[in-house]
């Protein structure tokens, strides 16, 4: 039985146009989060298949894959809703984000600090990889984190709330190798309004996640 799904798009393959083209939008729904889907449900029988026979000579190379497809899952269902046609800007009161952008400013001193560095995180991750503004639970604060291969480098229990993808596959047929163009044109399609629901579910449920009763 599959786990995981592959989620429908929120708008249709050319809403995001011109920032990203519809082509690249159905390639990278269609093919590349689709094959996550199916390698972290494919590894997940494997993993089981391992344990009905006690058999954990591969364990390792199927624990990295796990969580290199779960990841890659999870990120790019983020990142769909984490755009729109509409968006761009930032976050402001007027537009009921207002909590979402004192929180951007407590943690980064402005938004245009904030900005400057998940642009520079997102533009500068080594090989394959994300720029993320999470949630830490245990400063209870906002982080940039970026993500090397869907796996490394972030701090355990942090919420991702907003995901700038910096994979080629994410923008090579339109940007080429201009990852620093790609990256700041992100910014116009930004939806300030799921980042900041993101963040109040985040917030809502710190306490779960950090080891203070």
Same mark, same amino acid.
């Given at each position: 039985?599959?786990? &995981?799904?592959?989620?429908?798009?929120?708008?249709?393959?050319?809403?995001?146009?011109?920032?990203?083209?519809?082509?690249?939008?159905?390639?990278?729904?269609?093919?590349?989060?689709?094959?996550?889907?199916?390698?972290?449900?494919?590894?997940?029988?494997?993993?089981?298949?391992?344990?009905?026979?006690?058999?954990?000579?591969?364990? +390792?190379?199927?624990?990295? +894959?796990?969580?290199?497809?779960?990841?890659?899952?999870?990120?790019?269902?983020? &990142?769909?809703?984490?755009?729109?046609?509409?968006?761009?800007?930032?976050?402001?009161?007027?537009?009921?984000?207002?909590?979402?952008?004192?929180?951007?400013?407590?943690?980064?001193?402005?938004?245009?600090?904030?900005?400057?560095?998940?642009?520079?995180?997102?533009?500068?991750?080594?090989?394959?990889?994300?720029?993320?503004?999470?949630?830490?639970?245990?400063?209870?604060?906002?982080?940039?984190?970026?993500? &090397?291969?869907?796996?490394?480098?972030?701090?355990?229990?942090?919420?991702?709330?907003?995901?700038?993808?910096?994979?080629?596959?994410?923008?090579?047929?339109?940007?080429?190798?201009?990852?620093?163009?790609?990256?700041?044109?992100?910014?116009?399609?930004?939806?300030?309004?799921?980042?900041?629901?993101?963040?109040?579910?985040?917030?809502? +449920?710190?306490?779960?996640?950090?080891?203070?009763?």
């Amino acid at each position: 039985m599959a786990i &995981y799904t592959l989620p429908d798009l929120p708008y249709d393959y050319a809403s995001l146009e011109p920032v990203i083209s519809g082509e690249i939008i159905e390639l990278h729904h269609d093919k590349h989060h689709a094959s996550y889907v199916k390698g972290a449900n494919d590894t997940l029988e494997r993993l089981a298949e391992a344990r009905d026979r006690d058999a954990w000579d591969t364990v +390792n190379g199927l624990e990295k +894959n796990l969580a290199f497809h779960l990841s890659g899952h999870v990120l790019h269902s983020i &990142y769909w809703r984490n755009m729109t046609g509409d968006g761009g800007g930032e976050p402001l009161e007027k537009d009921g984000t207002g909590e979402l952008a004192d929180a951007i400013a407590e943690s980064f001193g402005s938004f245009a600090r904030f900005r400057a560095q998940l642009s520079k995180a997102s533009a500068t991750t080594q090989g394959s990889g994300w720029g993320v503004l999470a949630f830490e639970p245990v400063s209870e604060r906002l982080v940039v984190e970026q993500v &090397y291969d869907h796996q490394g480098n972030v701090g355990q229990g942090s919420v991702p709330l907003l995901v700038f993808d910096a994979w080629e596959h994410a923008f090579y047929l339109q940007y080429r190798n201009q990852k620093v163009d790609f990256v700041e044109a992100m910014w116009r399609v930004v939806n300030w309004q799921d980042v900041a629901a993101r963040y109040t579910a985040a917030r809502t +449920n710190a306490a779960v996640l950090t080891l203070a009763p």
